[in-house]
């Protein structure tokens, strides 16, 4: 389990945790904000949907979004994907 941490203290390792950051706080707030006016968000989703059968399978899936989202976010922010996947 050591090779999931990173020890350098560089400047690109530096850099990385602010990306990181930034990148997984946003994702998690834009994942809240869907999530806390869900009804909103899934009338503007279904606004989308047409008669072809390829953005009707969108308009299904779209609801789940907001949950990918935020778990994605969790993941950037905590970092424990994303340090293996460098590895």
Do not use: W
């Not at 998690?28 to 047409?50: C, E, K, P, T, V």
């Amino acid at each position: 389990m050591k090779h999931l941490y990173q020890t350098k203290n560089d400047q690109y390792s530096i850099a990385y945790l602010f990306l990181r950051v930034l990148l997984g706080a946003y994702l998690i707030y834009h994942a809240g904000s869907n999530l806390f006016d869900f009804d909103s968000f899934y009338m503007d989703s279904i606004n989308y949907s047409s008669t072809s059968n390829f953005q009707n399978l969108l308009s299904m899936i779209t609801p789940f979004l907001p949950f990918v989202e935020l778990f994605i976010g969790v993941l950037i922010l905590t970092g424990l994907y994303t340090s293996v996947c460098l590895r």
